[in-house]
């Protein structure tokens, strides 16, 4: 039987105070093989995340079936900081995208992080990526860690805003020795950059600001409107990590709603893998407790590409995906090698 009101039914109004929420999905289940220092780098990320972010930031873990030492060490994170303030235990890895998935559905904050547990973040990535969001309302997918390759993968109304509504040029890197940190950090046996992808990146400027970002971006750290999770798809993922899912998820729906696809011009973060090195440890422990209260939210404005421009943005990464005209049109740019790119 029920006795008296809930007294929570005549305070039926949400009001958050937070406007930033991070996901952090983590699978570490034994200390052996690929996973022996996996443990010592997710202690890295979480260091570094709690170092950097502002005070407006909620930080949630999803635990995917850790090892019982993974999972007692998430347990005192979440008892000791107030940023993070949801941990979900699960018993079976159901992988990144359904953590994620999970996670972001259940949250109101109109930015979300969505970062793997091998992230070393650095000082100011947030104000990084807040400020390509309020530079470009059309924004809807930001990293901090820029990519001179990425400028194909789903940016169909990127391409469209770059080309009726922004300026597109090749700039120096600022950065060509985190870009290549990155390719090492991917283990594979053939680097991804070739020497011109570390000189030059494709670079897109707001007509009427200062903004400036880099054409596309990967997925293993980056923030996302909350309208990709939202109106994305409302389907779970069968698949853990492999067989196109995170495009599926996050990168076709993105572009799919006419959002942009970009990363700050410098770079606020690595992607450790699963080996510690020195200098890991030595931007950890140099990084400061960031003090900020973030931005105004009311700031983020939100616009979209109509459907018929996206059509048209489509037209043109076609062209640019086409080894014939794609040199052509990266001449264009500025890129005075384009064959090479």
């Not at 400036?212 to 409302?234: I, N, P, Q, W, Y």
Request: net charge positive.
């Amino acid at each position: 039987m029920r006795i008296g009101i809930n007294p929570e039914k005549n305070n039926i109004d949400l009001i958050i105070e937070n406007y930033h929420r991070v996901i952090v999905p983590v699978y570490i289940p034994h200390f052996e093989g690929y996973f022996k220092e996996s443990f010592e780098v997710f202690k890295l990320c979480i260091e570094s995340l709690l170092k950097t972010v502002h005070k407006k930031t909620r930080i949630t873990i999803y635990n995917n079936n850790c090892h019982q030492i993974v999972k007692d060490f998430i347990d005192e994170q979440y008892e000791e900081s107030v940023y993070i303030d949801q941990v979900f235990h699960s018993k079976e890895n159901l992988g990144k995208i359904n953590a994620i998935l999970a996670s972001s559905k259940g949250n109101l904050e109109p930015l979300i992080t969505i970062t793997d547990a091998d992230v070393l973040f650095k000082q100011g990535w947030q104000a990084a990526v807040e400020d390509v969001f309020v530079k470009f309302p059309e924004a809807g997918m930001v990293s901090p860690v820029p990519s001179s390759k990425a400028l194909m993968n789903h940016t169909s109304s990127t391409w469209f805003y770059g080309f009726f509504k922004g300026k597109l040029a090749f700039q120096d890197v600022l950065d060509p020795e985190a870009m290549h940190k990155f390719d090492l950090s991917l283990g594979n046996k053939e680097l991804m950059y070739r020497p011109i992808h570390l000189e030059k990146y494709l670079v897109l400027k707001n007509k009427s600001n200062s903004g400036e970002v880099v054409m596309g971006c990967g997925h293993f750290v980056a923030t996302l409107k909350r309208d990709v999770f939202d109106k994305g798809t409302s389907e779970p993922a069968f698949i853990k990590i492999v067989g196109g899912v995170e495009g599926k998820f996050i990168d076709i729906p993105n572009d799919k709603l006419g959002y942009l696809r970009v990363a700050t011009k410098g770079n606020f973060a690595y992607h450790m893998g699963n080996k510690t090195e020195q200098w890991m440890y030595d931007i950890a422990s140099s990084l400061k407790v960031e003090s900020s209260n973030g931005i105004d939210s009311s700031q983020i404005k939100d616009r979209k590409i109509g459907f018929f421009s996206r059509k048209i943005g489509s037209l043109f990464l076609r062209l640019i995906r086409n080894s014939k005209t794609r040199p052509l049109l990266l001449k264009n740019f500025g890129l005075l090698n384009p064959s090479n790119y």
